[in-house]
C-alpha cells in the first residue's frame, strides 16, 4: 500500500512538471508542445537520461531544469529503489523465508525440549541437550533470525509465541519440557498459550525480577527460576565456603554433595589418602577445587590451603564430617560484596541469613540506605580505588564476591583483590563463558554466569533430580556402564586418567555405592554418576561407546 502511495505521489510530481514545462515554454521560450513531450522532457530530465533534443534557452527554464534534475535523482534514483526494497521486496522475501523455514516438527518426534528464546540459557542447554542425546526444537517468529539459527544447524521452527497453531506444530503434549526464557511478560502469554493446548506438559519460566515469579506461576509455569537470585546465593554460598560448616551443594540419587575448605583443618599438606575421610566417616572425596578449577581427587593427590574439598554421602556423615573439622579461625571474618545490585543484594541477604558479616561496595549513593539493611557496612566509592577497598575491610575479608555485569571489571577487580590479599577467597560472576579462563588466570577461585546455571537448572527438573551447581561447564551426569567396560575392575577402566572425569558414584543393583576402590568390578546394569566437562564426557563416549 506505502508503494502505491509513493507511485501515485512520483506520477502526480511528473504531471506537475509537465504543466510547468508546457507554461514556461509557451511564456518564456514561445515554443508550443504537446503533453506527451512535456510528460517526456519530466522524465528524461528527472532519470538524468538528458537526451538534448528539448531543451529551455532562457534562464528560468534553466533554472527549472535543475530543479527537475535534483529531484529526480531524490525520488527516482535514491527514494524509489529504498521504498520498493522496504515495502515490496523486503516483504517477498520475508515470505519466501517463512515458506522455506520449518512451521511444525515431524509426526514422530516426542520427548523433546522446546526452548521459546534462543539467548544465552539456550546456547548452554542445547549443547548439553546434544550431549545426552534429547531432542529439542527452538520457536522463533522473526524468519530472518529464524533463518540465522537453521544456518548455525540449529533446530528452529517458525511461530508466533502467542499462537495455539504454533504449539501444536511442535507436539507440546508430546514434549518432555517447554522452557520460556525471554521476557517476563512474554513469557506470561507464551505459558498461557502452552497451557491451552496441555494442562500436563512441565514448563519452565525464568524472570528477570523476582516480582514476576508469582504471575508466571499464576499463568500455568510448573516452575520459575529468579536466575539472578539463585546466582547470588550460589556465589555466596561458594565465597562462604572457607568458614562454618560443610556446605551442601546439593542431593543425587539419595545422597548429599558437599564441599568444604582445607584451611584451619589439618588437612592442608596431607594427600587424600592421608585425610582417612573414607576410612573413618565414610565420605568419598570426588574432586579438589584449586585456584578455580575441578580435578579429579586421586589416593595421592596433595591437599593445600587453598584447596576445596568436594564430598559425597549421606546427611549424618556430612554432619560428623562439621563436628570433626570443628569450628575454624576467620569464622567472624566479613565477606566483602562488590556491587549493590540485584545479584549483589541477594548475595549479601543470603550471607546475613547464614549470620556471617558482610561489607558491601557500591557506586552508587542514592543505594546507602537500602543497603544498609541488609549489610553490616557499606562504602559508597569506585570498588577500583585502593582506599575504597581498605576502608571497606579487604584486608580482614575472608572472602569476596563479585557481582557486577561487566566481565571487564570482574577480571580486573579479581587481579586487584588477590594482589591486595593473597589468602582471600574470590567467586565472581561472568556474563560469557568465554571469560572463564580469564577469571581463572586473573585469580578467582569460583566462577559461574547465569547461563551456566539456567541451563543446569532446566536439565535438573527435565531429569528429576535437585540442581547441583559444581562449576562453570561442569556437569554431573549419570550414565549406564558402557558394555567396553563391562567385567572390568576400576582401575582397569582408566575413566579418570583417559577422560578426566571424576566418578561420584555407581548405582548397583538399585544401590548408590559412594565408598569406590580400585579392585571394584564393574558389571553390566550399572551406572556411573561422574561429573566433568562435557568435552570430558564427549571423549569418554569416543572412548568406550
Given amino acids: 500500500m506505502r508503494l502505491v502511495k509513493y507511485v501515485a505521489f512520483v506520477v502526480a510530481v511528473v504531471l506537475v512538471y509537465a504543466a510547468l514545462f508546457q507554461a514556461?515554454?509557451?511564456?518564456?521560450?514561445?515554443?508550443?508542445?504537446?503533453?506527451?513531450?512535456?510528460?517526456?522532457?519530466?522524465?528524461?530530465?528527472?532519470?538524468?537520461?538528458?537526451?538534448?533534443?528539448?531543451?529551455?534557452l532562457s534562464d528560468i527554464g534553466r533554472f527549472f531544469t535543475v530543479?527537475?534534475?535534483?529531484?529526480?535523482?531524490?525520488?527516482?534514483?535514491?527514494?524509489?529503489?529504498?521504498?520498493?526494497?522496504?515495502?515490496?521486496?523486503?516483504?517477498?522475501?520475508?515470505?519466501?523465508?517463512?515458506?522455506?523455514?520449518?512451521?511444525?516438527l515431524p509426526s514422530d518426534v516426542s520427548g523433546h525440549v522446546i526452548i521459546t528464546g534462543n539467548d544465552e540459557v539456550a546456547v548452554e542447554l542445547i549443547d548439553r541437550l546434544v550431549t545426552r542425546g534429547t531432542d529439542y526444537c527452538v520457536v522463533e517468529p522473526d524468519p530472518v533470525?529464524?533463518?540465522?539459527?537453521?544456518?548455525k544447524g540449529i533446530r528452529v521452527v517458525i511461530g508466533d509465541l502467542d499462537s495455539r497453531e504454533t504449539f501444536e506444530g511442535l507436539r507440546v503434549k508430546q514434549a518432555r519440557l517447554v522452557l520460556c526464557n525471554r521476557e517476563d511478560t512474554t513469557n506470561t502469554n507464551t505459558t498461557l498459550t502452552v497451557r491451552e493446548v496441555s494442562k500436563n506438559v512441565p514448563v519452565v519460566g525464568l524472570v528477570e525480577r523476582e516480582d514476576s515469579v508469582d504471575i508466571l506461576e499464576l499463568s500455568g509455569c510448573s516452575q520459575v527460576l529468579p536466575l539472578k537470585v539463585r546466582l547470588a546465593e550460589t556465589l555466596a554460598n561458594r565465597a562462604s565456603s572457607g568458614v562454618?560448616?560443610?556446605?551442601?551443594?546439593?542431593?543425587?540419587?539419595?545422597?548429599?554433595?558437599?564441599?568444604?575448605?582445607?584451611?584451619?583443618?589439618g588437612f592442608s599438606g596431607q594427600t587424600v589418602r592421608e585425610?582417612?575421610?573414607?576410612?573413618?566417616?565414610?565420605?568419598?572425596?570426588?574432586?579438589?577445587?584449586?585456584?578455580?578449577?575441578?580435578?579429579?581427587a586421586f589416593p595421592e593427590t596433595p591437599l593445600n590451603a587453598d584447596s576445596n574439598l568436594v564430598v559425597v554421602g549421606s546427611e549424618s556423615q556430612l554432619d560428623r564430617l562439621s563436628d570433626t573439622i570443628g569450628p575454624r579461625e576467620g569464622e567472624e571474618k566479613p565477606v566483602l560484596v562488590i556491587g549493590g545490585g540485584v545479584v549483589g543484594r541477594?548475595?549479601?541477604?543470603?550471607?546475613?541469613?547464614?549470620?556471617?558479616?558482610?561489607?558491601?561496595?557500591?557506586r552508587?549513593?542514592?543505594?546507602?540506605?537500602?543497603?544498609?539493611?541488609?549489610?553490616?557496612?557499606?562504602?559508597?566509592?569506585?570498588?577500583?580505588?585502593?582506599?575504597?577497598?581498605?576502608?571497606?575491610?579487604?584486608?580482614?575479608?575472608?572472602?569476596?564476591?563479585?557481582?557486577?555485569?561487566?566481565?571487564?571489571?570482574?577480571?580486573?577487580?579479581?587481579?586487584?583483590?588477590?594482589?591486595l590479599n593473597p589468602g582471600l577467597r574470590i567467586a565472581t560472576r561472568i556474563t560469557r563463558e568465554r571469560n572463564l579462563k580469564a577469571t581463572r588466570r586473573a585469580g578467582a577461585d569460583f566462577s559461574l554466569s547465569h547461563a551456566c546455571l539456567g541451563a543446569e537448572a532446566v536439565i535438573s527438573i527435565m531429569e528429576g533430580h535437585d540442581l547441583v551447581i559444581l562449576g562453570e561447564g561442569i556437569d554431573l551426569i549419570a550414565v549406564p556402564l558402557?558394555?567396553?567396560?563391562?567385567?572390568?575392575?576400576?582401575?582397569?577402566?582408566?575413566?579418570?586418567?583417559?577422560?578426566?572425569?571424576?566418578?561420584?558414584?555407581?548405582?548397583?543393583?538399585?544401590?548408590?555405592?559412594?565408598?569406590?576402590?580400585?579392585?571394584?568390578?564393574?558389571?553390566?546394569?550399572?551406572?556411573?554418576?561422574?561429573?566433568g566437562k562435557m568435552e570430558q564426557r564427549r571423549i569418554f563416549e569416543e572412548l568406550f561407546r
Avoid at 275 to 288: A, E, F, H, P, Q
Fill in 67 to 104: 530543479v527537475v534534475l535534483v529531484s529526480g535523482v531524490l525520488l527516482l534514483l535514491v527514494v524509489l529503489p529504498f521504498t520498493f526494497i522496504r515495502f515490496f521486496y523486503a516483504p517477498w522475501v520475508e515470505a519466501q523465508e517463512r515458506h522455506r523455514l520449518p512451521r511444525r
Fill in 145 to 151: 533470525k529464524a533463518d540465522q539459527l537453521l544456518s
Fill in 482 to 531: 558402557p558394555q567396553s567396560l563391562e567385567n572390568t575392575t576400576l582401575a582397569e577402566s582408566g575413566i579418570g586418567s583417559r577422560t578426566g572425569l571424576s566418578i561420584v558414584g555407581i548405582e548397583h543393583e538399585e544401590k548408590f555405592v559412594t565408598n569406590l576402590r580400585g579392585s571394584m568390578r564393574l558389571e553390566a546394569g550399572d551406572r556411573l554418576v561422574m561429573f
Fill in 364 to 419: 552508587e549513593r542514592r543505594l546507602e540506605d537500602q543497603l544498609l539493611t541488609i549489610a553490616s557496612h557499606v562504602t559508597i566509592g569506585d570498588a577500583s580505588d585502593r582506599e575504597i577497598l581498605r576502608r571497606a575491610g579487604l584486608d580482614d575479608a575472608a572472602s569476596v564476591v563479585l557481582t557486577t555485569n561487566n566481565d571487564a571489571v570482574n577480571i580486573y577487580l579479581t587481579v586487584y583483590c588477590r594482589r
Fill in 24 to 56: 514556461i515554454m509557451v511564456y518564456e521560450e514561445g515554443q508550443s508542445h504537446s503533453w506527451i513531450t512535456g510528460v517526456y522532457w519530466a522524465l528524461v530530465t528527472m532519470s538524468t537520461l538528458g537526451y538534448g533534443d528539448v531543451v529551455f
Fill in 244 to 265: 562454618g560448616k560443610v556446605d551442601v551443594l546439593g542431593n543425587f540419587m539419595g545422597l548429599q554433595i558437599g564441599e568444604f575448605s582445607a584451611r584451619g583443618t
Fill in 346 to 362: 541477594a548475595a549479601a541477604r543470603l550471607l546475613k541469613r547464614k549470620g556471617i558479616p558482610v561489607h558491601l561496595v557500591e
Fill in 275 to 296: 585425610t582417612g575421610l573414607r576410612r573413618d566417616i565414610g565420605l568419598n572425596i570426588v574432586g579438589i577445587w584449586q585456584r578455580g578449577e575441578l580435578v579429579p
